[in-house]
């Protein structure tokens, strides 16, 4: 699918989803869901091919594959963390959705934490003097 048609999906789901819910506020949100979803599976798919090039470029350096794996999870924990709380925005629910962008941060600097304990072990071999030959 290309990038027009997705965004036109996009916009044309939006609207259905305003007009449906004046009337049936459920069937609104449920639109908006599944619509969200649709297109997410969609952009996922059409990204797989740089995903896959992705890999290819961290696993020719031993020590990138590590790097790579955090990043792509990175990647993935911010488009799960998005989405749930647009939808709980969607749904009228501002708090869950400040809560669920919490939950994505604290993910993230949890999932990041090695790649500071590495460059902290790093910064003070330095300074002690012995480098990492």
Wanted: aromatic share 2%; proline share 2%.
């Amino acid at each position: 699918m290309n990038v027009t048609m997705l965004l036109g999906l996009t916009v044309i789901s939006a609207l259905l989803a305003v007009l449906l819910r004046h009337r049936h506020p459920e069937q609104g949100l449920l639109l908006s869901l599944i619509a969200g979803v649709l297109i997410l599976m969609a952009v996922l798919d059409s990204v797989t091919p740089l995903l896959d090039s992705v890999k290819t470029l961290f696993l020719q350096n031993s020590a990138g594959a590590s790097y790579g794996r955090i990043l792509l999870k990175g990647v993935g924990i911010c488009l799960l963390t998005q989405t749930a709380a647009d939808t709980c925005r969607d749904a009228g629910e501002h708090a869950l959705a400040g809560r669920a962008e919490t939950v994505g941060k604290m993910a993230l600097l949890v999932l990041a934490l090695p790649l500071f304990e590495q460059l902290l072990t790093q910064a003070l071999q330095l300074m002690k003097g012995t480098g990492t030959e």
